[in-house]
């Protein structure tokens, strides 16, 4: 075992005991879901027995969590960089630990558009804040001012779009990975 195989080792181990806590189970609480004896569970948390596979897998399903997301290594990046599209003023950044999210910010100096069939819907869901100025949500049949501070979220099965009022503003958004296809598919439409 090399030195990084056992840092991965004691991370594993210190991210069981960590979310096991975090949930407020005991030893046997989290056993019992696991199916594994208490000393066996205690003596993996403690590194006094080999960490298998088959068993990491039954503790992140007990745990509520991934394999993946139980065996990643601390080493990766924690400050993520914006990728800029120039082209559409946008910078967005990538969400590391869900790679189908992402987070757009945008400045918007126009207001919505005035015609309804220019409104869009796609699968997914979209989050945003207002950074600066006021925005104009348009969903379905609803108008809605989203002032400086404010957050919206919503399904994009509804047709909607957003614009300035009164002057350019900036906002934050965030995709999951359908809603992210949806508006690169829309902006590809429109060059």
């Given at each position: 075992m090399t030195q990084n195989d056992g840092e991965l080792d004691s991370l594993v181990r210190k991210r069981i005991r960590a979310l096991r806590v975090a949930q407020g189970w005991s030893l046997e609480e989290l056993s019992n879901r696991a199916h594994l004896s208490q000393s066996?569970?205690?003596?993996?948390?403690?590194?006094?027995?080999?960490?298998?596979l088959d068993q990491l897998v039954t503790l992140a399903r007990a745990l509520d969590t991934t394999l993946d997301q139980l065996v990643e290594t601390a080493?990766?990046?924690?400050?993520?960089?914006?990728?800029?599209?120039?082209?559409?003023?946008?910078?967005?950044?990538?969400?590391?630990?869900?790679?189908?999210?992402?987070?757009?910010?945008?400045?918007?100096?126009?207001?919505?558009?005035?015609?309804?069939?220019?409104?869009?819907?796609?699968?997914?869901?979209?989050?945003?804040?207002?950074?600066?100025?006021?925005?104009?949500?348009?969903?379905?049949?609803?108008?809605?001012?989203?002032?400086?501070?404010?957050?919206?979220?919503?399904?994009?099965?509804?047709?909607?779009?957003?614009?300035?009022?009164?002057?350019?503003?900036?906002?934050?958004g965030i995709f999951d990975r359908d809603a992210r296809r949806g508006h690169q598919r829309d902006e590809a439409a429109k060059e």
């Open positions: 066996t569970l205690s003596r993996i948390e403690n590194g006094r027995r080999r960490l298998a080493s990766d990046d924690v400050v993520i960089s914006p990728v800029i599209d120039a082209a559409h003023g946008l910078m967005r950044w990538p969400i590391k630990g869900d790679p189908g999210m992402s987070v757009v910010r945008q400045r918007m100096t126009g207001p919505p558009p005035d015609n309804p069939a220019r409104m869009r819907a796609h699968p997914g869901r979209e989050w945003l804040v207002v950074l600066s100025g006021t925005a104009v949500l348009l969903l379905g049949h609803r108008r809605l001012r989203v002032e400086t501070n404010q957050a919206a979220e919503f399904p994009t099965m509804l047709p909607h779009a957003i614009g300035a009022e009164g002057g350019p503003c900036e906002i934050l």
